[in-house]
């Protein structure tokens, strides 16, 4: 009986992590766009009507040069001059690093044209969540959708067995 209690408050203590982290990502947010919203500014020029990646990081961070820096190119080469990816070096831009909230490294942000932070990324974050979310909180499609997909359809094989 007593694990059972022990366990109910480590998932307690777990869950009210979560809430906690969820909940200081939306303020921080929430922050982020009521400096925006009131031209404080967020140190950070961008071009009116683009959507931008800002990403954070510093040159001794292994996981940003060797994941995230390549899934930033990828994107960069696939929406070209629909996307601004904008790289900030964290330990050269405290000033930005403090104004963004930064705590780790990488840290992505996905603004919106009109130049809000819509969502925040902790931690390496792959292309393909970071594409569902241009399109989700930027507007931002891929060149292909819209168009008519051809689908390919192979003919099933067949295989004969021969008896010996």
């Known amino acids: 009986m007593e694990i059972l209690i022990r366990l109910g408050i480590a998932a307690l203590i777990i869950c009210a992590g979560i809430v906690l982290y969820l909940a200081s990502t939306r303020l921080r947010l929430f922050v982020l766009r009521r400096r925006a919203t009131r031209n404080i500014g967020l140190g950070v020029e961008l071009r009116d009507g683009v959507p931008a990646i800002l990403y954070f990081s510093t040159p001794d961070c292994a996981p940003c040069h060797t994941v995230q820096e390549p899934v930033s190119e990828e994107l960069r080469a696939q929406y070209g001059d629909r996307l601004q990816i904008v790289q900030i070096d964290a330990s050269q831009r405290t000033d930005l690093a403090n104004a963004w909230g930064i705590l780790s490294v990488p840290t992505t942000f ?3 044209g009109r130049g809000q932070p819509r969502h925040v990324n902790n931690g390496v974050t792959p292309a393909p969540r970071l594409r569902q979310q241009l399109r989700e909180f930027a507007g931002l499609t891929d060149a292909g959708e819209g ?8 003919e099933p094989k067949l295989y004969h067995t021969q008896r010996s």
């Not at 168009?147 to 192979?154: L, Y």
């Open 110 to 112: 996905i603004v919106d």
């Open 147 to 154: 168009k008519p997909r051809t689908v390919v359809r192979e």
